[in-house]
């Protein structure tokens, strides 16, 4: 037997789930995952006005997420491994949702930036555990294949769709404070 099958063999199946349920789940976390990088670019300005604020303060506002996420990543996958891929999403996924609150009601620039590192190191943890979950749920194959795909146009399309959506949308019916909730559960 090979390394693969023996591992495939350790992990536990998921309980029954409705297939296109879990891939809906999924993508969409990593829609929220990659958008959260791009969501807050079209709305720089709206935000620099809102805290008067510097361009170099502004831009701490995206970098603090992307560093986050970057820096948390690979502890993202090795805890899902050890800790639960199912566990681990969850938290990921509530993560970044209560910080996407958080940034949303941020009343100080430093809050702001604060909340935009704890949603890229949620999208750390969600993140490696979506992509092992649509592994696990998905068997090798024709199926496996197409879910990835889906996966993958997902995840590319995204920061497209992230640039948008931080446009002037959020940010003409909400105000600059709604911008990097966007791409949260709660909108």
Do not use: H
């Not at 800790?83 to 100080?108: C, H, N």
């Not at 795909?149 to 404070?177: E, I, K």
């Amino acid at each position: 037997m090979t390394r693969n099958r023996e591992r495939e063999r350790r992990i536990p199946a998921c309980p029954r789930v409705d297939v296109r349920w879990a891939l809906v789940l999924l993508a969409g976390a990593l829609a929220l995952d990659v958008s959260g990088v791009a969501v807050i670019n079209a709305a720089l300005p709206s935000i620099g006005d809102e805290y008067n604020i510097d361009g170099s303060t502004l831009q701490w506002t995206m970098t603090a997420y992307a560093i986050a996420f970057a820096g948390f990543l690979l502890f993202g996958g090795r805890v899902a491994d050890v800790l639960g891929r199912r566990k681990i999403f969850a938290v990921g996924i509530a993560l970044f949702a209560a910080a996407s609150l958080g940034a949303a009601l941020a009343p100080t620039v430093g809050v702001l930036i604060a909340a935009r590192a704890l949603q890229g190191i949620g999208a750390a943890l969600s993140g490696p555990a979506s992509l092992a979950l649509l592994s696990q749920i998905f068997p090798e194959g024709p199926q496996r294949n197409r879910a990835l795909g889906v996966y993958a146009a997902t995840g590319g399309s995204s920061f497209s769709a992230g640039l948008v959506a931080g446009g002037p949308s959020p940010t003409s019916l909400a105000g600059a404070r709604c911008s990097p909730s966007v791409s949260s559960p709660e909108f």
